[in-house]
């Protein structure tokens, strides 16, 4: 099955941590591949790189991306984040496979739709689970479960910042 | 803060599975209450059962509830378990307070609302999230961030059951 979690709300990356653990508990194996994250101080990834039956790729590099104009390396580590995930999904050998922050790769261009789709597209007996805002309307289309993760309200709009621990 | 999870998405009780491991992973403390879910079966409680700086109380039976006609002990669980909630948000001794299900539990009145407003009143230093569907408006008025989990799409809609390592 696909699952996609998109929307502007809170709680879409971390559903999947949550889908995770649920499948570490049950002595699944697990396979996260981060786009646009490459940064091993999220608390999650310190936790869960020390968990056994998991393994993690993260893309990306440490600095933000200028959605109108995103630099040359933006592109390649897209492009390498999604071969990782091929790879991955062909190799069978993950009973979930998180490909996290895809949906904004492709909002921003980073990685052309086909590709995304070509992922729905492998027949895998794995779960797998897409992540990000702005999933398109054909992804949306070709996944078996989708949830919108709708902001209804954020403490972001009283000026809170985001917080260690909670944010990351 | 106060975060609500909320909506008739898959994805809420995992997102707050997700800010558990990130938190444990940024080594705050953890205390997971449920409601509804006296079952140390969930791939998700075996596995966070044997982490350290997590405390998990469930509550209610290995029953399901009739929303219309609740047995006297599932009024008595989740009692037992609201009174629960306010003993660990007053020991300030958690950094992050899971209270799972609380939503339905008021919905379907195995609580009235104003306990479930007490506890988003203690003015506690600890993150507390709240989840399950139904929230009420009010509930809504009082978080701090309020995400629907909005379901676009469900495989369940194509006969598909819940399965082990996924749903539970």
């Known amino acids: ?16 941590l ?24 999220y608390g999650e990834i310190k936790f869960l790189s020390q968990q056994r039956n998991i393994d993690i790729f993260q893309f990306g590099t440490d ?13 390649e580590e897209a492009e390498k984040a999604y071969q990782k995930a091929e790879q991955v999904i062909k190799s069978n050998k993950y009973d979930l ?31 797998i689970v897409m992540t990000g805002r702005y999933a398109s309307k054909e992804a949306i289309e070709k996944a078996d479960l989708v949830t919108e993760m709708r902001e209804i309200k954020h403490y972001f709009q009283k000026g809170v910042q985001a917080r260690k621990g909670i944010e990351f």
Chains 1, 2 share one sequence.
Not at 20 to 41: D, S, T, Y
Not at 63 to 74: H, V
Not at 103 to 115: D, F, G, R, S, T
């Open 97 to 127: 496979v998180v490909i996290d922050e895809i949906n904004v790769a492709i909002a921003w261009k980073l990685l052309p739709k086909e590709k995304q789709f070509y992922l729905m597209e492998l027949k895998s007996d794995a779960e």
């Open 1 to 16: 099955m696909i699952h996609i979690y998109t929307g502007n709300g809170k709680g879409k990356t971390t559903a999947a």
């Open 18 to 41: 949550g889908l995770i653990i649920r499948a570490l508990g049950n002595q699944k194996r697990v396979c996260l591949i981060q786009f646009m994250k490459k940064n091993f101080a």
């Open 63 to 75: 600095k933000l991306i200028d959605p109108e104009n995103p630099a040359k390396i933006d592109f």
